[in-house]
T-cell receptor, first 109, second 114 residues
Framework: RKEVEQDPGPFNVPEGATVAFNCTYS??????FFWYRQDCRKEPKLLMSVYSSGNEDGRFTAQLNRASQYISLLIRDSKLSDSATYLC??????????FGTGTRLKVLA | EPEVTQTPSHQVTQMGQEVILRCVPISNHLYFYWYRQILGQKVEFLVSFYNNEISEKSEIFDDQFSVERPDGSNFTLKIRSTKLEDSAMYFC????????????FGPGTRLTVT
């Protein structure tokens, strides 16, 4: 099983749609979890940390399910500017981070 | 807003040459990282650095690679003898403290080995 696994997509959705991505991880001792956004040939930008209680930032909601070892990202009311690759990042050790391959999202006008 | 900076933005070098990639982390950050991303592939962890020593390194980070924090602001990645397969985007990242695991990335250096 891969350390961090994501559906590569692409997810093509119309503007205004709700879209959800999942990510699974293999190390049950992982400590922290993040969603990053990466635009083509740019650096990853932190979107949000993911907490056990779930967290929300505007149109974005992240959830963590430790029992099933997955995290999710929900984007409501998709905008054209949300088109990007969404990276799941897991911190299995204090000093190490593992990235998923990313899920490509394309929001269509 | 403070940000991580990296220089150069693009480096072209010949196989076998040494390269040094430079990063200036955010000023109050204590933990520093290098990652690489080969075109079309995922971001891969190379090394983490804290308190002037390597905390963790991946299997990619072999004897050809080294890191240094030569002064209070710069953090460098050296590749001693570059190979074609070292061509990639190299990202530096930093985070602030033991209690915050959120990393912030620089814009990257695109390394092309010919």
């Amino acid at each position: 099983r891969k350390e961090v696994e994501q559906d590569p997509g692409p997810f093509n959705v119309p503007e205004g749609a709700t879209v959800a991505f999942n990510c699974t991880y293999s190390n049950s001792a992982s400590q922290s979890f993040f969603w990053y956004r990466q635009d083509c040939r740019k650096e990853p930008k932190l979107l949000m940390s993911v907490y056990s209680s779930g967290n929300e930032d505007g149109r974005f909601t992240a959830q963590l399910n430790r029992a099933s070892q997955y995290i999710s990202l929900l984007i409501r009311d998709s905008k054209l500017s949300d088109s990007a690759t969404y990276l799941c990042v897991v911190n299995p050790k204090t000093y190490k981070y593992i990235f998923g391959t990313g899920t490509r999202l394309k929001v269509l006008a | 807003e403070p940000e991580v900076t990296q220089t150069p933005s693009h480096q072209v070098t010949q196989m076998g040459q040494e390269v040094i990639l430079r990063c200036v982390p955010i000023s109050n950050h204590l933990y520093f990282y290098w990652y690489r991303q080969i075109l079309g592939q995922k971001v891969e962890f190379l090394v983490s650095f804290y308190n002037n020593e390597i905390s963790e390194k991946s299997e990619i980070f072999d004897d050809q690679f080294s890191v240094e924090r030569p002064d209070g602001s710069n953090f460098t990645l050296k590749i001693r003898s570059t190979k074609l397969e070292d061509s990639a985007m190299y990202f530096c990242a930093s985070r602030t403290s033991a209690s915050s695991y959120e990393q912030y990335f620089g814009p990257g250096t695109r390394l092309t080995v010919t």
